[in-house]
């Protein structure tokens, strides 16, 4: 297991940066989007690169969902490979339902309502494509989303950086790598300045909880996790493919227990960088929806329903914490639904296709990118 917290003294430096253009051309970016403006969401895919594919998921209302579409089309014309998803798509549901995939589905036959379904779909589609080596999950409420310029700029530094250097041995290896976003802050707007806020309330409780793990199950004493909940963050598609998928906003915490868990069950094998997980901290503020107490009270339930289905690997250390935290901020027990790995699917044989996507006829594939960059 190798855990790195990093800090760059500066973001743009060339002989770093490696390949730019074949990071960009080899990485999917997936937009969670829910209810944010046509101008939200416009801005943040103006931030990502122009020869990368980016998958908007939406679980905006099915009333709405075709303007959105016609709006995002007319506004992105010169864009080539925008993706665009409903989550409640009836060619989705059919190919969960081939796939016994039953638990996403609700009473109406389609995909419930959930940010960890959203992402699933964004990795489902991402992996039809077949040309990216990388995925990395943005959120579309982002009010001031220059932020991702940095963000982008780092993971491509963190993903080449260990692709480059990997000897050939060690490619076919393929070590399980995530890179999570850690903010500098996120601050409140107010009438005269910015008032910062260092984590998150929701991360302010999950992460110390995996702080513990990682030092009773790894016998690292100096790390610290910051990114228990980090909705910036992106995957090696080796990575993503691996790792299974809980529904709701219990996603990123699972998906690092999940991670975390997969590095446990290798550390008596010789392969010490099996799994790398590198925690970014970004100077930008992040800038998005504050939500109501009782919106994170739920997610903190959420997240910490995931540490249940580890419990065979939980020390009685944090079980304790678990049940102080339970008990002083009076939770409910909400157990999220594990979805499979998408690398148990067969995405050989089924009628789904990227390209039934694509937000306009005629834009250059994902695959068509890769056979015109290499």
């Not at 937009?31 to 931030?47: C, M, P, Q, R």
């Not at 002083?328 to 790995?341: F, K, N, Q, S």
């Not at 998408?342 to 789904?352: G, R, T």
């Amino acid at each position: 297991m190798n855990i790195d917290t990093l800090r760059f003294s500066h973001i743009l430096e060339a002989n770093s940066l490696y390949d730019l253009n074949y990071f960009f051309a080899h990485t999917a970016f997936v937009i969670a989007h829910k209810n944010e403006s046509l101008e939200t969401l416009l801005g943040v895919i103006w931030y990502l690169p122009i020869n990368s594919p980016v998958l908007v998921v939406t679980n905006c209302s099915e009333i709405g969902k075709e303007a959105l579409k016609q709006e995002l089309a007319r506004r992105l014309a010169h864009s080539r490979q925008v993706y665009f998803i409903h989550q409640k798509d009836e060619a989705l549901a059919r190919f969960f339902v081939g796939h016994n995939v039953h638990a996403i589905l609700g009473t109406d036959g389609k995909v419930v309502n959930g940010k960890g379904e959203g992402m699933y779909i964004g990795a489902l589609i991402a992996s039809l494509l077949k040309s990216p080596k990388w995925i990395v999950f943005y959120d579309a409420d982002n009010f001031v989303p220059n932020a991702l310029l940095e963000y982008t700029l780092a993971m491509s530094k963190l993903f080449m950086q260990q692709y480059m250097t990997s000897t050939q041995e060690d490619q076919e290896i393929h070590p399980l790598q995530n890179v999570r976003i850690c903010w500098a802050s996120k601050p409140s707007n107010g009438r005269d300045s910015l008032a910062p806020k260092v984590l998150g309330r929701c991360t302010r409780v999950v992460s110390p909880l995996m702080t513990t793990l990682i030092a009773e199950w790894f016998g690292m004493q100096d790390q610290t996790i910051m990114t228990s909940n980090a909705g910036e963050q992106g995957f090696t598609m080796k990575t993503i493919q691996a790792l299974r998928f809980s529904s709701g906003y219990s996603v990123e915490t699972f998906q690092l227990l999940e991670l975390l868990s997969k590095a446990l069950s290798t550390t008596m094998q010789p392969q010490p960088d099996h799994v790398i997980l590198q925690q970014y901290q970004a100077q930008s503020p992040h800038f998005h929806v504050k939500r109501n107490n009782e919106h994170i009270k739920r997610m903190i339930a959420e997240s910490l329903g995931c540490f249940f289905y580890f419990k065979k690997q939980i020390t009685p250390c944090i079980k304790r914490q678990l049940q102080k935290i339970y008990r002083d901020m009076d939770l409910e027990m909400r157990r999220p639904v594990v979805y499979p790995a998408l690398q148990e699917f067969s995405l050989e044989a089924h009628d789904l296709s990227a390209d039934q996507y694509l937000l306009l006829e005629g834009s250059t594939t994902a695959n068509e990118q890769e056979t015109l960059c290499g």
